[in-house]
């Protein structure tokens, strides 16, 4: 059974940076393509960013420069550093895994809440 589960969510001020952490379990970790998605209140969810088994990523264009995906396999872990946050990336953020072979993602987190306010 594989599990994802995110952490490092909360409230930051405009302009603040935040990273979450995304931890995998029961599967292999390396050959995985990971993600991070959002939702925003009323909006639909929303690919942020992802990375390849072989790490290559890629930005929605509403955070490239802003947003850095990474992943470490050795920890079986991928992270979403998330800088010069503004109140419109206030979002729930969802980790979801696929095996590389597979065109959408198969495996969900429970999601983190990420609130930028002032």
């Known amino acids: 059974q594989v599990q994802l589960v995110e952490s490092g969510g909360g409230l930051v001020q405009p302009g603040g940076s935040l990273r979450l952490s995304c931890a995998a379990s029961?599967?292999?970790?390396?050959?995985?393509?990971m993600g991070w998605y959002r939702r925003a209140p009323g909006k639909q969810r929303e690919l942020v960013a992802s990375?390849?088994?072989?790490?290559?990523?890629n930005y929605a264009d509403s955070v490239k420069g802003r947003f850095t995906i990474s992943r470490d396999n050795a920890k079986r872990t991928v992270y979403l550093q998330m800088n010069s946050l503004e109140p419109e990336d206030t979002a729930v953020y969802y980790c979801a895994a696929r095996p590389a072979v597979l065109q959408s993602y198969k495996y969900w987190g429970q999601g983190t809440q990420v609130t930028v306010s002032s």
């Open positions: 990375i390849t088994s072989g790490g290559s990523t």
């Open positions: 029961g599967t292999i970790f390396s050959i995985m393509d």
